[in-house]
């Protein structure tokens, strides 16, 4: 039922570009941000007064890597577009999100960097943030999700 609700709220989703310049209502536009190290990935789609926000990391369950985790924090940061009405977070493949990725954190490749101001930005932002949770949320990733 609620997938039906979005899917009607958002428009076609198998059609992610319709003809036109800028984004807006009824325009799409993509971007890919990366964090410093180019590591992890997440994809942002305005649509239709939605922004959307997926995380790409199927290889590693969606776990958050230090780019990942600068990329959301600097979405949330940012000043909404006027025609954005609401924010979606989801994820590909069966794993919404895992966490953080020990792997990573071990290695020592996280530096300063910390869930926290992420989750923050989330909170404070100006907009509804919804997330479509697919398969498991695990760890810091039930914070997340």
Not at 49 to 59: D, F, Q, S
Not at 86 to 102: F, H, K, M, P, W
């Amino acid at each position: 039922m609620i997938s039906l609700l979005l899917s009607a709220f958002m428009g076609d989703a198998s059609s992610p570009t319709t003809k036109g310049g800028s984004p807006g209502y009824g325009r799409s536009e993509k971007q890919v941000e990366r964090g410093r190290n180019g590591l992890g990935t997440v994809r942002i789609e305005n649509a239709g007064g939605v922004r959307t926000i997926t995380l790409a990391r199927v290889e590693k369950r969606n776990a958050l890597d230090a780019g990942m985790l600068e990329g959301l924090t600097a979405a949330f940061r940012q000043t909404p577009p006027v025609e954005e009405r609401v924010t979606v977070i989801r994820a590909e493949g069966s794993v919404c999100c895992s966490g953080l990725d020990l792997r990573v954190r071990d290695a020592g490749t996280f530096g300063a960097v910390s869930i926290e101001p992420m989750l923050h930005a989330i909170e404070t932002y100006p907009w509804p943030v919804v997330a479509i949770v697919q398969g498991d949320a695990i760890a810091g990733g039930v914070d997340f999700c």
